[in-house]
């Protein structure tokens, strides 16, 4: 499928073909870690908002000396790749208060950055309520102020509401994809859609649109990879790095489903286009589909990861985290207890992030969690 290439070539280095051009083209590049950022009011800016990575990374060496070893390896990827330069391609980086780890990654590298001074901060509550919700209205609206005054640029409502229909389109575009990947013959394997939705992240929003437009048209006349194949869902932390998934369908499964930060929780809730564009985006961002982060929602993150098995009809769940995220790590621990409850089989995996993962660990747990599905 011509369209599927183009979009892993998207993903097949930090770089990519799209920012170079954009680059080229004498217009800014800004980085950000964390679903939570409307990446809209960049985009209205004329700015290309580029989600932060780790990929690459095989040695954290630099970002050790910064990072103590009981940082996830994400946190250390991710400065570890800004420390040595494979990120200076960015004009700007926004960090939220996720969880401790990649605050600290910004903090580090805020502190040693001399030739990028946009570097942000956008707080987010860690409690929905309609306080909460104001107060990131106003952190929402500094941001933008911020970007103004930085950049030098004035984002008009106009502006702001064309962007949040290019990337409503987009989330549209991508469900009808999981619906595709719901059905019974799936069209891509699991880990070709989590590079696909990755592609959005590091390229024009409105040709992202385009090419997975072909891909739909592409894909709805594919031969099925997944015939016969143990359907999973994978649940968990931060996934960009795909090995696990290779892996898991090297093994004889297909992963049909997902609730991660890169996956379906960042594109199911649309923004209203019908209200003030600013604070329909700041209300969107703050009550989506929540992770482990915001307090006392584990029920409604219970009832997406439960919805999204049983539309795609999986034979089992991974519950995935990075070591020493304590955040996923509770809620994976509650996830498995009551999934198991609902005669879903569940495995609950402790893996390192990218090439530092330990693979043949990974794997054999995984094999025998696929016999445990056969019997």
Avoid at 163 to 177: C, D, K, M, S, W
Avoid at 336 to 360: F, H, M, S, V, W
Wanted: hydrophobic share 40%; net charge negative; aromatic share 8%.
């Amino acid at each position: 499928m011509r369209a599927l290439d183009e979009l892993i070539k998207v993903v097949s280095d930090l770089e990519n073909d799209y920012v170079a051009k954009w680059k080229g083209e004498g217009k800014k590049v800004v980085g950000y870690v964390c679903s939570y950022l409307p990446e809209e009011i960049l985009y209205a800016a004329d700015i290309l908002p580029y989600r932060i990575t780790g990929q690459g990374c095989d040695d954290t060496s630099l970002a050790d000396t910064y990072l103590a070893r009981v940082n996830c390896t994400f946190a250390r990827c991710c400065l570890e790749n800004a420390l040595t330069g494979r990120l200076d391609f960015l004009d700007g980086a926004v960090f939220l208060n996720g969880c401790d780890h990649i605050r600290r990654a910004f903090d580090n590298w805020e502190a040693h950055e001399k030739t990028r001074p946009f570097m942000y901060i956008l707080p987010v509550p860690h409690v929905l309520s309609k306080e909460a919700g104001d107060w990131f209205l106003e952190e929402v609206a500094g941001f933008k102020q911020s970007v103004e005054n930085h950049f030098g640029i004035r984002i008009s409502d106009e502006r702001l509401s064309e962007a949040v229909a290019i990337y409503n389109e987009t989330r549209r575009l991508v469900r009808r994809l999981y619906d595709l990947q719901a059905g019974e013959n799936p069209p891509i394997k699991g880990a070709q859609m989590l590079k696909v939705l990755s592609a959005a992240t590091r390229m024009p929003k409105d040709r992202f649109n385009q090419v997975l437009t072909d891909l739909l048209e592409e894909a709805a006349k594919a031969e099925s990879p997944g015939d016969g194949r143990i359907r999973l869902l994978v649940a968990g932390s931060m996934m960009d790095d795909l090995e696990l998934v290779e892996n898991v369908e090297d093994l004889g499964a297909v992963v049909v489903a997902d609730t991660l930060c890169t996956g379906s929780r960042s594109y199911w809730d649309q923004t209203d286009e019908g209200r003030d564009p600013l604070e329909a985006l700041a209300d969107r961002y703050f009550r989506h589909v929540p992770c482990p982060r915001m307090y006392g929602q584990y029920r409604q993150r219970f009832a997406f990861v439960k919805e999204q098995a049983d539309r795609a009809n999986v034979d089992g769940v991974i519950l995935e985290q990075i070591k020493f995220c304590d955040l996923h790590g509770t809620d994976n621990a509650l996830l498995k207890r009551d999934l198991e409850k609902q005669n879903i089989p569940t495995l609950e995996l402790e893996r390192q992030y990218g090439t530092l993962a330990d693979a043949g660990r990974v794997r054999t747990r995984v094999q025998a969690f696929l016999e445990r599905i056969r019997r």
